[in-house]
């Protein structure tokens, strides 16, 4: 698998812990979007795009199936929201 483009959507909110949300495009041929980028208590991470449950609970629509998979999405998304904050300084 190769994420081919990233897209980030700066959050303007200073005080909100949703900082931006992604969109990546696998292969050139598969995107999946509202990916979001949070500031959390141990820095940064990204939460892939869920749905609320009738019972209250989230379930993500979209997620990858190993830790790979995971930590490659994770490292793009977040250097090319740290590309974007950067531009926009």
């Known amino acids: 698998m190769k994420i081919t483009d990233v897209r980030i959507r700066l959050v303007t909110k200073d ?3 949703l900082k931006a949300v992604a969109s990546i495009t696998i292969d050139d041929c598969i995107v999946v979007h509202d990916i979001k980028i949070i500031n959390g208590r141990e820095g940064m991470f990204i939460s892939m795009p869920s749905r609320k449950t009738p ?5 993500d629509i979209v997620h ?3 830790t790979e998979t995971r930590e490659q999405i994770k490292t793009a998304v ?4 740290e590309a974007e904050e950067a531009k926009a300084e």
């Open 15 to 17: 005080d909100a812990k």
């Open 55 to 59: 019972d209250g609970e989230y379930k």
């Open 64 to 66: 990858p199936i190993n």
């Open 78 to 81: 977040l250097s090319a929201y």
